[in-house]
């Protein structure tokens, strides 16, 4: 369903939901495990309400987050993936926190020290939001479940028994992640957590509930060396018995340096369902035409939060749109809607025959007739 209104039906206590959101800048994943339970992976702000588009779902469709989540997790700290977090956790008070396993390691928070010294928790950069979980879970009296691969945050047992897994960072991308930032000059990046090329110590999950399982990629990169990115997933899940995964959230916005052959052949059943979300940044737009045609080669069901199509500026104060494209070399101005595609199921329904549903832009990747970049 293509353009359908905002989704205000709560989920069965047996339907398994996988809900994406993304405008073109920002990406969130919020999943119903059945029984009440949800989990959220990543955040970003809706321009609309200034409010973590998570939490704004859940409260639209009835759920209260202070008793419904039990577990946030933020992949990465690029901007898209992490402004607004701090706010899901403080709302969501029954449930723990995960991030990456390289904080773990003491050069880790030695290295980032003088940017923490340096943020604001409510500065909405990258490091702000983590300075301000770092809090929340001090309050708490809680310390975040760090990721790492192939370790368990969280798990349930009973009727729908729940695991969530993560199956990454490997050993050897945290300690690559670490050399990157010891190079690098905490005093040109303020308040912001610096970008890290090739997303090292990305955080990818395996959610099983049930008998289904969900894969979701969130920026993980593909690397030569098989001890990196997602040649380290799969070369830890070969042998291991474990059954492939039946959806699929697409890594790194569909762009080539997230797709490997054998992430789909090993780790994915045949024509998983799937989704993605858009990046429009700058001269950046994905996925790109050729990104579209290798997905829907691997996959007939692969949805789309929002068409990668920049507007553009105009101000209603001339001088304004003047002194702006005078300063600026190019605009760009990024969608506002937060699309959403919403997947939902019984918890032991092939997902094929799973309800998709497109919202606020949202549409099958098919239906993406032009994609510029």
Request: positive net charge; charged residues 20%; hydrophobic residues 40%.
């Given at each position: 369903?293509?353009g359908?209104?905002?989704?205000?039906?709560?989920?069965?206590?047996?339907?398994?939901?996988?809900?994406l959101f993304?405008?073109?800048?920002?990406e969130?994943?919020?999943?119903?495990?059945?029984?009440?339970d949800?989990?959220?992976?990543?955040?970003?702000?809706?321009?609309?309400s200034?409010?973590?588009?998570?939490?704004?779902?859940?409260?639209?469709?009835?759920?209260?987050?202070?008793?419904?989540?039990?577990?946030?997790?933020?992949?990465?700290?690029?901007?898209?993936?992490?402004?607004?977090?701090?706010?899901?956790?403080?709302?969501?008070?029954?449930?723990?926190?995960?991030?990456?396993?390289?904080?773990?390691?003491?050069?880790?928070?030695?290295?980032?020290?003088?940017?923490?010294?340096?943020?604001?928790?409510?500065?909405?950069?990258?490091?702000?939001?983590?300075?301000?979980?770092l809090?929340?879970?001090?309050?708490?009296?809680?310390?975040?479940?760090?990721?790492?691969?192939?370790?368990?945050?969280?798990?349930?047992?009973?009727?729908?028994?729940?695991?969530?897994?993560?199956?990454?960072?490997?050993?050897?991308?945290?300690?690559?992640?670490?050399?990157r930032?010891?190079?690098?000059?905490?005093?040109?990046?303020?308040?912001?957590?610096?970008?890290?090329?090739?997303?090292?110590?990305?955080?990818?999950?395996?959610?099983?509930v049930?008998?289904?399982?969900?894969?979701?990629?969130?920026?993980?990169?593909?690397?030569?060396?098989?001890?990196?990115?997602?040649?380290?997933?799969?070369?830890?899940?070969?042998?291991?018995?474990?059954?492939?995964?039946?959806?699929?959230?697409?890594?790194?916005?569909?762009?080539?340096?997230?797709?490997?052959?054998?992430?789909?052949?090993?780790?994915?059943?045949?024509?998983?369902?799937?989704?993605?979300?858009?990046?429009?940044?700058?001269?950046?737009?994905?996925?790109?035409?050729?990104?579209?045609?290798?997905?829907?080669?691997?996959?007939?069901?692969?949805?789309?939060?929002?068409?990668?199509?920049?507007?553009?500026?105009?101000?209603?104060d001339?001088?304004?749109?003047?002194?702006?494209?005078?300063?600026?070399?190019?605009?760009?101005?990024?969608?506002?809607s937060?699309?959403?595609?919403?997947?939902?199921?019984?918890?032991?329904?092939?997902?094929?025959?799973?309800?998709v549903?497109?919202h606020?832009?949202?549409?099958?990747?098919?239906?993406?007739?032009?994609?510029?970049?």
């Open positions: 369903m293509n359908s209104p905002p989704q205000t039906q709560i989920p069965a206590a047996d339907e398994v939901e996988v809900s993304g405008p073109g800048l920002g969130s994943v919020v999943l119903h495990l059945g029984q009440g949800w989990m959220m992976v990543d955040s970003f702000i809706d321009a609309g200034d409010t973590p588009v998570a939490l704004d779902y859940l409260r639209r469709i009835g759920v209260d987050p202070s008793n419904a989540v039990r577990l946030i997790v933020a992949t990465h700290w690029h901007d898209d993936h992490i402004r607004g977090i701090a706010k899901v956790f403080r709302a969501a008070t029954n449930a723990v926190f995960s991030i990456t396993g390289a904080f773990q390691e003491p050069d880790f928070r030695l290295i980032l020290a003088p940017w923490l010294a340096n943020s604001s928790p409510i500065d909405g950069k990258g490091l702000g939001e983590v300075a301000d979980l809090t929340i879970s001090k309050q708490r009296r809680c310390s975040p479940v760090l990721s790492s691969a192939n370790k368990i945050l969280w798990e349930r047992h009973g009727e729908i028994p729940v695991q969530v897994r993560a199956l990454s960072p490997s050993d050897p991308a945290i300690a690559a992640c670490i050399a930032l010891r190079e690098l000059d905490p005093g040109i990046f303020r308040c912001r957590l610096p970008l890290i090329e090739s997303n090292h110590a990305s955080v990818v999950l395996s959610v099983q049930g008998s289904r399982r969900i894969l979701l990629g969130g920026d993980l990169e593909c690397r030569a060396d098989r001890k990196f990115g997602w040649l380290a997933i799969v070369d830890s899940q070969k042998g291991a018995g474990a059954p492939k995964h039946h959806l699929f959230k697409i890594p790194h916005h569909g762009s080539s340096n997230g797709h490997h052959q054998e992430v789909w052949t090993e780790l994915l059943n045949p024509n998983p369902l799937s989704a993605l979300t858009p990046f429009v940044h700058g001269g950046v737009r994905l996925p790109t035409p050729s990104d579209v045609a290798r997905i829907g080669s691997h996959t007939t069901q692969a949805y789309l939060t929002a068409v990668p199509r920049a507007g553009k500026f105009h101000d209603p001339r001088t304004v749109e003047k002194t702006m494209r005078e300063a600026a070399r190019k605009l760009t101005v990024i969608p506002r937060s699309g959403h595609v919403c997947m939902r199921g019984r918890h032991g329904e092939d997902p094929a025959a799973w309800k549903t497109c606020k832009g949202a549409s099958h990747l098919e239906q993406v007739a032009e994609v510029s970049h």
